[in-house]
């Protein structure tokens, strides 16, 4: 196999606009210094004429390939079904619209054959970009990397590169609810990063809306972070530290010392605050069955127990 034998993943939904002009800029900027190359276009199930801009792309170029949806399933599962199509050393993740420079492709490639496993493009984002963009991005980014047990790099995109070592044991994945970046992340390895400042969409409008920014923020939470399911049992137990003395203080106060402290607690006072220990008992047991639960969930998404490295790097193994 070609030592630079390398695979560009395109997912795309309704860029039709946009298909030839990537087209030309990958062949300007990556073919010539690349031994092999092959462009996997993945079709979220479009519905403009994207799919005849990739046909007329294959016959003239027989390593333009393209997979297709029966109907939309999502950018993760478009990109995922173009990382285990890939057949080369490492591959190249990137939008569709010309928002990941295409000239920035050498820099990855440099970074890779330094050494390092993976490559990530990470956002600045410009002055054209609203405040609200910038202001929640940011403050989800924060958010996830207070709560997660993954480091995510903040403004990190799906502009990548990919070893092939570490595609393999992506591609062993087998969640459904995925956010990528997140799993190549969980999987570690030696990576390196690439700042842009990510350019305007080349044409078209773009797909991804807000709404889908949403579910796909709320789908990185509750994967890389189990704190949303174990809310519950902190605000019980904060509940029940504050609840508990108050009514013990209170009931002795009133039944045993004759108000002696002055407070002249009513019967209403005192329901009050046993309704609220019981509130704090009951979200505090749900905090116990979130433990459980949480041990189903890290079952059932059945990631890999760990990542060994290639023999190579364990040459004790190798002569097992």
């Known amino acids: ?11 795309f939904y309704n860029e039709a606009t946009n298909i030839k002009p990537l087209y030309d800029a990958l062949i300007e900027h990556v073919d010539k210094i690349v031994d092999r190359l092959e462009i996997i276009f993945v079709d979220d199930g479009s519905r403009d004429n994207s799919v005849a801009q990739v046909r007329k792309l294959q016959k003239k170029d027989k390593r333009v390939r393209l997979l297709r949806f029966s109907r939309n399933f999502g950018k993760e599962a478009a990109t995922s079904a173009g990382l285990h199509a890939a057949k080369g050393n490492a591959a190249i993740v990137m939008d569709a619209d010309l928002q990941h420079p295409p000239h920035l492709i050498p820099q990855f490639l440099d970074k890779w054959e330094q050494g390092q496993e993976v490559v990530v493009g990470v956002k600045h984002y410009s002055k054209q970009a609203g405040w609200f963009k910038r202001k929640s991005s940011g403050a989800f980014y924060k958010l996830l990397s207070s709560i997660s047990h993954t480091h995510i790099t903040p403004h990190a995109t799906d502009f990548r590169l990919i070893d092939r070592v570490v595609l393999d044991e992506f591609n062993r994945f087998t969640e459904r609810n995925r956010m990528i970046r997140g799993l190549i992340d969980w999987l570690g390895f030696d990576r390196d990063y690439i700042y842009f400042t990510a350019a305007e969409r080349h044409s078209g409008k773009a797909s991804y809306n807000y709404r889908k920014l949403v579910g796909l923020a709320f789908n990185s939470l509750t994967s890389y972070s189990l704190f949303p399911l ?20 209170l009931g002795v106060n009133r039944f045993l010392l004759d108000d002696i402290l002055g407070l002249s607690t009513s019967g209403t006072a005192l329901l009050a605050v046993m309704l609220l220990f019981l509130v704090g008992m009951v979200l505090a047991s749900l905090g116990l069955v979130a433990l459980y639960i949480a041990h189903i969930h890290a079952e059932v998404i059945d990631r890999p127990l760990y990542i060994l490295r290639p023999e190579e790097d364990n040459p004790e193994e190798a002569t097992v």
Do not use: N, T
Not at 2 to 11: G, L
Not at 230 to 249: E, K, N, T
């Open 1 to 11: 196999m070609a030592k630079r034998y390398i695979s560009i993943v395109v997912p």
């Open 230 to 249: 174990r809310l519950a049992g902190y605000i019980g137990v904060f509940i029940l530290a504050f609840s508990g003395p108050m009514g013990v203080v």
